[in-house]
């Protein structure tokens, strides 16, 4: 694979002296070439609000916030948070601390000021930067931590001043490719979120992947969905769009059925990259609203984030007239690694195949690869350019993951006879009734392709008898009542889609799934709830 690497390693911008730097990458190797003019950041705000930059705006923005940090004394290894919303301060303070030498880092702007601590103190963070508002949680904070020298307010008079009388010019530090450039904490799906750091050399296979998974041609405008305080958010909204010189569109408020499809209209998006959650919530919004928009400019779909129920798949197909492209990667591997690409037929509920530049496997617990159709742990061979480089102040978490070779991911899945992968579960979520295995995503999409049914998280409930009975938490559609009629449907449904085994014996209706923040089901919290346990880290749980 270092061959393959080795033959493209040319398609991103290195430094004379072979140093690298990712921010150079996304901005300033554009200097003096004709995309300097082009636009690079669209950004909307939740009032309607446009602002445009193009990438010499942003090239000169940013160095101005670098030269204000290397002032202020920030250097090169130098952890830099950024807790801000979905403003353009995020994407362009993120490329100004890479400059800089220093390790980004990002928090999501809803967490608590116990998430806060956590990340801060174990990152050793030096600097933060946030907003008058969101500065109270810091501040809150601030004496239990005693690495923490400044706060920066980016709509704070002061720092307006200042940065005024900042030069725009400012030579970007020439990092080694192993050099960190960002970390972050993963999504605490399953247990205390991990700070995961990677290198500079990773925008190599970011600049690579972003290319061939989401199709994007420098015609497209682009709009990734997720949040900076996620991986996606870093990856493929600041970094790898901006390495191919692609005009990305932000839409900084919340998820909205309307106003999202407003948005895909009004911009004439043609690359949309989004994530299950929210197309789950935009099917159960029916077609009647999505027919209302003229939303044709639309060329390429792509989800990321959770397995893509097949009936998302279906209905983008009917809707928008073509599918969402799934495709799996992890915070710890840094691009995406498996994927629907244009080149390969989509299988509803598949997560694709694995890049011709990846290894990946399905492997048993004696890491052995298994037949294809049979379910293991689904890892990849290492190493590759965009791989976590450490867990931050955790090796013995880091070393955990590789065994025998292989990078083990965590999650469970099969491969089939044509080379696709199908995600089963996160290895903690699979369940055994009766002797067999059943991954708790296939029995929730099964849900979900019923009528009456938004989305669904499903549980292992341990069972005397059978070792653990299935339980299914059903979200309705509005107006539907859940009563025990329904209850009765949904099993036969799922017995006849999946098999006789696989149905849920409970079932509860509820209002709303726990969810991260960043939209994934928290199966670990339905479970310790419905057996009464501690429910753990809840720093990423969505709000009620
Ligand atoms: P934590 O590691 O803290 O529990 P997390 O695993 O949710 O959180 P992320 O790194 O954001 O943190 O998410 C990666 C995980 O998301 C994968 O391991 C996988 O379980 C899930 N995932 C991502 N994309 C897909 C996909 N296309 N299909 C199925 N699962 C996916
Ligand atoms: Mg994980």
Redo the contacts with the bound molecule.
Sequence with gaps: MDEFWQSIKNDVAWFEDGSLNAAHNALDKYKNTPIEQKSALIYESESGDIQIFTFSDLIKISNKIANYLTRKGVMKGDRVFLFLPRIPEIYISFLSILKTGAIAGTMFSAFGKDALKDRLENSEAKVVITTKELSERIEAVKNELPKLEKIIIVDSVDFKKELENESDQFEVVHTEPEDYAFMLY??????K??GIVHSHYGILQQHQSAKVALDLKSEDKYWCTADPG??TGIVYSILSNWSLGITTYIYGGRFDPEIWYKFLEKHKITVWYSAPTAIRMLMAKGDDLVKKFDLTSLRYLA??????NPEAVIWSEKVFGKPFH???????TGSIQITNTPQIAVKPGS?GMPFPWVQASIIDDDYNIVADGKEGNLALKYPWPSMMRTVWNNQEKYDSYFKDGWYI???RAKKDKDGYFW?IG?ADDVIKTSGERIGPFEVESALVEHDSVVEAGVIGKPDELRGEIIKAFVVLKPGIEGNDVLKEELQQHVKKQLAGHAYPREIEFIDKLPK?R?G?IMRRILKAKELGQPIGDTSTLEEY
């Design positions: 993963t999504s605490g799906t399953t247990g979120p991990k996620w991986v989800s990321v984030g959770e397995p893509l799934d495709g799996w990667w992890q915070t710890e997560m991911s965590g999650d995600f996160r991260t960043s994934k």
